[in-house]
C-alpha cells in the first residue's frame, strides 16, 4: 500500500492550502491520519478521521483545518484555512493497513509571516 501526500507548497500567513493523500488502495473502513513535523520538533497529530466520518483536530489547528475522505477515489484532504507560520511543517498522512501504520512520502507547508 502506498500512500502519496501532495498540494504542499509556499502561502502568506492568513491563506490556504488543500492537501491530498491518494492511496493505492480501498481506504473504506480504514482510519486516516494528518500528522506534521517541523524541524527540531516530533512529529504530532493534525487530525484524523474515522471510517464513519468521525474527525478529531489537534488543538491548535480546531477551526481553521478540515479533514475529509473521499472513498470513491480512496483520497483524504486537509483543508488549511487561516495559515500562521507555527503551521510550517512537513504533513504526512498515515493509515493502518494490517499490523503497521503506512506513512506517505510528505509534502511541505511553508507559511510566511
Known amino acids: 500500500v502506498q500512500l502519496q501526500a501532495s498540494g504542499g507548497g509556499l502561502v502568506q500567513a492568513g491563506g490556504s492550502l488543500r492537501l491530498s493523500c491518494a492511496v493505492s488502495?480501498?481506504?473504506?473502513?480504514?482510519?486516516m491520519g494528518w500528522y506534521r513535523q517541523a524541524p527540531g520538533k516530533q512529529r504530532e497529530l493534525v487530525a484524523r478521521i474515522g471510517s464513519g466520518g468521525i474527525t478529531n483536530y489537534a488543538d491548535s489547528v480546531k477551526g481553521r483545518f478540515t479533514i475529509s475522505r473521499d472513498n470513491a477515489k480512496n483520497t483524504v484532504y486537509l483543508q488549511m484555512n487561516s495559515l500562521k507560520p507555527e503551521d510550517t511543517a512537513v504533513y504526512y498522512c498515515t493509515a493502518p493497513y494490517g499490523p503497521t501504520w503506512r506513512w506517505g512520502q510528505g509534502t511541505q507547508v511553508t507559511v510566511s509571516s
Open positions: 488502495s480501498s481506504i473504506s473502513g480504514i482510519n
